[in-house]
């Protein structure tokens, strides 16, 4: 079956301009996860969604970064007014559910990779 | 809160010998580990979880990890190093609100 896929696959932007990241999660799956994964940074956890719903947005870089998820399904991350330091690869996860005390399987999108210039 | 600390950056094995992928975690409950493999140009993939079942768990291709609570370490383990092995591992913490946690990666090299 499909698995959860991300556009666009890259995006060169100049510094300044606004960016918006696409995720398709699988169907069925009404958890949906972005990270960030930056060269010698190692992954970093950014936000998750329950539905359309984010409960805890402190992940989030700064204010400049806004996510949303619409329909239970595609989710968006919003990079305003990108800054070099933003250059990453973003990755978005879908799950079946978020886990009360075990926690589902998060699969993998391919990424998206972000070049500021 | 909880954090992974992989102890390498960068393991270099010859193919046919073991793989040890050293994780150690901080966590103020119970923790879930993973590990996830990376390989060049493609998605993370999951290769095995605990959750507080058996303490060694067994994945996919031939890894296994133990928890170890006493030594707060779930290393990741290969008694016998493939080529097709060469990729960047995660070792995952994650807590009861699915808040994943990732180490810094370990870069697996196998040499011919």
């Known amino acids: 079956g499909a698995g959860v896929s991300q556009s666009p696959s890259n995006k060169v932007t100049e510094k300044g301009k606004d960016v918006e990241l696409r995720c398709d999660p699988i169907?069925?799956?009404?958890?949906l996860y972005w990270y960030r994964q930056s060269l010698g940074q190692g992954l970093e956890f950014l936000i998750y969604?329950?539905?359309?719903?984010?409960?805890?947005k402190s992940g989030l870089p700064s204010d400049r970064f806004s996510a949303e998820r619409t329909g239970g399904s595609v989710s968006t991350l919003t990079i305003q007014r990108t800054q070099q330091e933003d250059s990453a690869v973003y990755l978005c996860?879908?799950?079946?559910?978020?886990?009360?005390?075990?926690?589902?399987?998060?699969?993998f999108g391919p990424g998206t990779r972000l070049t500021v210039t | 809160a909880q954090s992974v600390t992989q102890l390498d950056s960068h393991v270099s094995v010859s193919e046919g010998t073991p793989v040890l992928l050293r994780c150690n975690y901080s966590?103020?409950?119970?923790?879930?580990l993973f590990w996830y493999v990376q390989h060049p140009n493609k998605g993370l993939q999951l290769l095995l979880k605990?959750?507080?079942?058996?303490?060694l768990v067994k994945g996919i291709n031939g890894f296994e990890a133990e928890f170890k609570k006493s030594e707060t370490s779930f290393h990741l383990t290969k008694p016998s190093a493939h080529m097709s092995d060469a990729a960047e591992y995660f070792c995952?913490?994650?807590?009861?609100?699915?808040?994943?946690?990732f180490g810094a990666g370990t870069r697996l090299t196998v040499k011919p």
């Open positions: 996860a879908s799950s079946l559910a978020v886990g009360v005390e075990v926690p589902y399987e998060q699969y």
């Open positions: 169907s069925g799956h009404t958890a």
């Open positions: 969604f329950q539905g359309n719903s984010a409960p805890d």
């Open positions: 966590s103020s409950y119970s923790p879930s």
């Open positions: 605990y959750t507080s079942a058996a303490t």
């Open positions: 995952v913490v994650s807590g009861n609100n699915n808040d994943m946690r």
